[in-house]
């Protein structure tokens, strides 16, 4: 059990929808960090969060978003879903220090399905 | 850029053969991080190792061990005596100082016959 947590591990919804997809860092991590795992793209980073603020962005669609609250936890939200966004989505966490990353520990990653 | 090769699609062998997982990196910090993950077929990502571009020591854990050299941009896993067990889809990924996203290979699928 890595400590990071993430739910719901699967969801399906049709396409045109808006899913909210939740992770919960490991205890002290101040560090949230979104992937995209696809069967063409592979493993491609999204988004960090640090300490409730937004630190690096990768190959984030302008159709998702993400957020850190005060309590460490993050969102990403996925709207006007396509098929092609069907992928299992990974958060990960570390910290404390945001300066480097000091091994990236990955929740069980949730599974969405667009229909 | 930042960018890792793992030219092994997939590898199968015996249960006990020993097996070596290729990643080659490429990169232009001084200072950088690597790391493998294997993914069971359950799904998750587990952490395996971290080793920073400073630290050209092989390690081994158990039956995995770790070959770094800085000079040909290499750090290859290898796993002896392997085991079903070991069965996954085995992922290298790197990361450079002050970057904070880790930039994936596109991951070697191992499997062990018993």
């Known amino acids: 059990d890595s400590g990071v947590t993430q739910t719901p591990k699967h969801l399906i919804t049709a396409t045109g929808q808006r899913v909210t997809l939740r992770c919960s860092p490991r205890?002290?991590?101040?560090?949230v960090y979104w992937y995209q795992q696809s069967l063409d793209q592979g493993l491609q980073f999204l988004i960090q969060y640090y300490n409730g603020e937004e630190r690096a962005k990768g190959n984030i669609l302008e159709r998702f978003s993400a957020q850190q609250f005060p309590d460490l936890h993050s969102e990403l939200n996925l709207s006007s879903l396509e098929l092609g966004d069907s992928a299992l989505y990974f958060c990960a966490s570390s910290g404390p220090n945001p300066g480097f990353v000091a091994e990236a520990f990955f929740g069980q990653g949730t599974r969405l399905t667009v229909v | 850029a930042q960018k890792v090769t793992q030219a092994q699609t997939e590898i199968s062998v015996v249960e006990k053969e020993d097996v070596t997982l290729d990643c080659v990196y490429e990169t232009r910090d001084t200072t950088y991080y690597l790391f493998w993950y294997k993914q069971p077929p359950s799904g998750e990502l587990v952490f395996l190792i971290r080793r920073n571009s400073f630290d050209e020591q092989n390690e081994i854990s158990g039956r995995y061990s770790w070959n770094f050299q800085k000079s040909t941009s290499s750090f290859n896993f290898t796993i002896t005596a392997s085991q079903v067990v070991d069965s996954a889809v085995y992922f290298c990924a790197l990361s450079g100082m002050g970057a904070q996203k880790l930039v994936f290979g596109q991951g070697t699928r191992l499997t062990i016959n018993p």
């Open positions: 205890s002290g991590d101040l560090s």
